[in-house]
């Protein structure tokens, strides 16, 4: 009767201590998930930042290239402009000795526009490239990011539920011999 007694009140500690190490186990737990919550949320305010950032620069760049292409376009027309003046005033010297150097210049002229065309071209290509591997960059570090939170969610979850088996099997274990 008193060793009877005895092993209720220490399976009673006993599940009391149980209960204790497993309420500290959950505040761990919801502590560490907090945590976590606070680190991914920050995290993500920070991509999005980020990607305030890319897209400003990308409007920057966008603004930038055309400002440039009206610059370049503006001094087409203006060296039109004057090469035109110079023509007239050619034609105005020497209207049939200029006939031929006014054609050579209209070629000439279409080289340098057909130039500044394909200089404009490449330059809008090496930008709009520029842009699509720094996207790609960034999507790929985002993946690769990704992928290792996913690990150690897994590995995170492994190790609880590996804590949880062993627990259990230590409760059952105290069950069986009790």
Known sequence: ??????????IHDAIQKADLEDAEAM????SQKDKSERFLQDNLEKQDECWRKIQDLERQLQKLGTERFEEIKRRIEENDREEKRKVEYQQFLEVVSQHKKLLELTVYNCDVALRCIGLVEEM???CTSAIKARHDKTNQELEELTLDVHKEYLEFFRLLYLAWGN?????????NSA
Request: hydrophobic share 25%; net charge positive.
């Open 1 to 10: 009767s008193i060793n009877a007694e005895y092993m209720g009140k220490h």
């Open 27 to 30: 505040k761990r737990f919801a």
């Open 167 to 175: 627990r259990k099997k230590k409760k059952k274990k105290k069950k």
């Open 124 to 126: 809008v290509a090496e």
